[in-house]
Structure formats: structure tokens, C-alpha cells
């Protein structure tokens, strides 16, 4: 039934794009890797389903080792949209033709979510300052380098603003993604780690369980940016149309019930429409991170820092006009 529907629709559907022809090729919807691609496509493949259904066009999620694989995935046109954090949505929008043309809103309507430092409620750290002091003895679980709230945010506002490098800082630092950085806290294979609100609202969706009743939460980061959707460019204006408007629509019309029931799992109310705007914020910490690692740079000579401090000053000053009402 589904594939006579898929020919039904793709024989009237025509979109004139050098990387679209006459003949519908499937959209590939990519994954960054927060959790298991097992536990991702559980959650997301309902949603793929109805959206294939509402375009005519399948839908076929697409999982990779990390979120660099999902970058190029859209660089090389092996991926047409994707579910990002904002950093990682920051590169596919600067290195892989990509464009913020959603996001999602949290399951209490929040317009953003938290990153978090964990540690396991037996463990005698307390505080962050019982971190900051003992760093040299603890075992550190970062984020992937592209996860906004695994690497970027804790990198500026926990690490930098202490002046602490994780790398040198720490008795030793492994990187994953958060299903496992969570997991390891839980099972104590690491003292200390960096986490996401939205992690922990996945733990309790899949488990049953409250991580709070395991883990203890030492540092919460100011609000982030809810995660972005990303489309690429070159995607036909009104294929784009249509997918986003499934998006804000979704968990509102005829099958509310159902789509509910598939947002629950996803841990979302819904989704709204953005823009690479939406990404302005997250540019400007990226910059502000670069200056005080420049600052802080002994290598370099006055004149040197100078003019990498003055270019940095002209590229936020930029920012800071587009992102003024």
C-alpha cells in the first residue's frame, strides 16, 4: 500500500533542481550521534514514516559514527536534511550547503535545552568547585567536538571561564557521544562528565528510570538554542515548503493523536519554523572562546595579537548588528 502510494505521488511530482530530477529520488534524513543510531531510529522512524507519506517521497534515516559524518554526509549530498545541535548545524551551514529552515520545541515548550555536568550520586564531589580542585586525579567524559553541548558550551562557559584546558586539566579525557558519556557516569567508569537536559529526558523515555536518582547535576550552562533542522540548499523551494510546513504542523491536525504520541517519543512538543539566525549566538560564543584562547597564547608576539584580536572584534561587531532588533 505504502510503495503504491509512494507511485502514485512521485509520477505527479516534478522538481527542477540539478540535484533533484523528475524521477524522486529518496531523502536521506541524517542523525547526529547523541545515542545509539538503535535508540535514534526507534524515535524518529514514525516521523520519517508519516513525513514519506505526506510527500510522496521516502524518507530513509541516516546514521553515522559521529557528527562530522553527518556534516559531510550533507556536503556530499548523501544527505539531504538533518537533526543537528547548533554548533554542528553552525558547519553544515558554513562547510555543507546547509540551511536552518526549522527547530524543535521541547516537550514543555521550552525554547532551548540545558548542558550539564554530571556526576554519580555516590561520588564525594559536591560542588564544581570540588572539580576545579581535584581535577588532576578525575577521569573526564567530553562531548564530541561538534555537539554544542558536549564541547562548545561547557568549552567557553565551564572550562574557559576557569581557565582550564579539559586535555591537560583532567587525569584523563575520553570523548563520546551522550547516551554513553550518561551510561558511564552511571556505572561509574568515569568520575566526571558533560551532558544535555535532552539526554536525560531520553534515558527516562527509553528506560523507565530517572538518571537524577543515579547521577548529580554539579553545573548547568545558560539556555541553548533549541536543536536546529537542516536543509540543504539546492533542495527544490517548494519540496522545502512542504517539509517544513509537515514540521510545524506536525502533532496539530487531523491525526493529532497519533503524531502526539510520536512526538512524546521524541521528547518534543512539536516544531517551529527558523532561520540561520537562529545560529547567531552560538557564532559569537565560538568567537569569544577564539579570543581568550588568543589572549592566552604565549606564542604569539604583541603585534600578532593585536591583529588576530582586532579582526575577532570586527567579526563579532558584525554579529552583534545582525543579531540587534
Known amino acids: 500500500m505504502l510503495r503504491r502510494t509512494f507511485l502514485a505521488l512521485t509520477a505527479a511530482a516534478t522538481f527542477s533542481s540539478a540535484a533533484w530530477s523528475a524521477d524522486v529520488k529518496p531523502l536521506n534524513f541524517g542523525f547526529i550521534s547523541t545515542e545509539s543510531s ?136 575520553r570523548a563520546a557521544n551522550h547516551e554513553a558519556n550518561l551510561l558511564s557516569v552511571i556505572n561509574k567508569q568515569v568520575d566526571v562528565a558533560v551532558n544535555n537536559t535532552e539526554m536525560l529526558e531520553r534515558y527516562h523515555r527509553s528506560t523507565g528510570r530517572d538518571a537524577r536518582d543515579s547521577v548529580r547535576v554539579l553545573w548547568t550552562s545558560p539556555l541553548i538554542p533549541a536543536d536546529p533542522i537542516v536543509i540543504r540548499r539546492d533542495v527544490p523551494a517548494d519540496l522545502k515548503n512542504r517539509i517544513q510546513q509537515f514540521l510545524v504542523n506536525y502533532g496539530k491536525g487531523v491525526n493529532a ?30 568567537l569569544a572562546k577564539l579570543k581568550l584562547a588568543i589572549e592566552k597564547d604565549t606564542t604569539l608576539s604583541a603585534s600578532d595579537k593585536q591583529v588576530r584580536l582586532a579582526e575577532l572584534d570586527q567579526r563579532l561587531a558584525a554579529l552583534n548588528q545582525t543579531a540587534a532588533p
Open 38 to 173: 538503535t535508540n535514534l531510529k526507534s524515535a524518529w522512524q514514525p516521523l520519517l514514516d508519516d513525513l514519506s507519506q505526506a510527500l510522496g517521497v521516502p524518507v530513509v534515516p541516516f546514521f553515522a559514527s559521529d557528527y562530522a559524518g553527518i556534516i559531510e554526509g550533507m556536503r556530499f549530498n548523501k544527505v539531504q536534511l538533518a537533526w543537528f545541535g547548533n554548533k554542528s548545524a553552525m558547519e553544515a551551514v558554513d562547510r555543507a550547503q546547509g540551511e536552518v529552515f526549522a527547530s524543535v520545541i521541547d516537550g514543555d515548550g521550552n525554547p532551548g535545552y540545558w548542558s550539564l555536568l554530571l556526576v554519580h550520586q555516590d561520588s564525594d564531589l559536591h560542588t564544581l568547585e570540588d572539580v576545579l580542585k581535584k581535577g588532576g586525579q578525575l577521569s573526564y567524559g567530553a562531548g564530541d567536538p561538534n555537539s554544542t553541548s558536549g564541547s562548545l558550551v561547557p568549552g567557553y562557559f565551564l572550562w574557559a571561564a576557569n581557565g582550564i584546558d579539559p586535555k591537560k586539566f583532567f587525569k584523563s579525557v
Open 257 to 286: 493523536q497519533h503524531e502526539q504520541q510520536v512526538l512524546a517519543k521524541l521528547t518534543y512538543q512539536g516544531f517551529r519554523e527558523s532561520s540561520n539566525a537562529q545560529l547567531i549566538p552560538i557564532r559569537q560564543m565560538e
